[in-house]
């Protein structure tokens, strides 16, 4: 089973990729290249029409194979506004969620309606039993929208730093299956 192709999320749409939305994606990153550098190894000055088509194209083979799930963030009135996805990285049982939004349209709760609906979604896949958010401890705006969309903290670890904003330890915060057993009598 895959998650559906278009999600609806309060104030965004979540749309699987699609090569149309190409040009807005890379207007949207070049708009935010200041905040996106610091945590994101792909997000460099150079991002442009050509990098964003290759990240849609790449999408498309991971969606197939599995290995993630990726979607456009567009607001209700049909504004490309970011990026997020699920994505199966982190072993049997579990899926990972990714996100960052335009900075021209953070502080809106774009973020969190778009995790909160991804774990929705991942946690309703046959076999998951938990969706996780990992994010660099240097960047507490990622671990304030997994706390509003309802991830508990659970552990802290070292990794490899990728982008020159990181410290070199994740923040994991997630959230499990609910599981509803027998009523008590």
Known sequence: MEPPATIEAGD?????????????????????I?????FMP???????????RGYVSQTAQQWRNGEAFDYAVFTRSGDLVGSCGLMARMGP????????????HTGRGYATQAADALARVGLAMPG????????????????????K????????VPHERTAPGESGEYLIW????????????
């Open 12 to 32: 965004v749409v979540l749309r699987r990729w699609e090569t149309r939305f190409a040009e807005a994606a890379a207007d949207a990153v070049r708009a935010s």
């Open 34 to 38: 200041a905040e996106l550098t610091p």
């Open 42 to 52: 792909w997000a460099t000055a150079e991002y442009d029409v050509d990098a964003a």
């Open 93 to 104: 049982g579990v899926l990972e969620i990714g996100y960052w939004i335009h900075s021209g």
């Open 128 to 147: 998951i039993e938990r969706v996780v958010i990992r994010h660099d401890v240097a960047n507490p705006a990622s671990g304030a929208v997994a706390a």
């Open 149 to 156: 969309a309802g991830f508990t903290e659970v552990d802290r």
């Open 174 to 185: 997630e959230r499990r299956r609910q599981v509803i057993g027998p009523a008590d009598d």
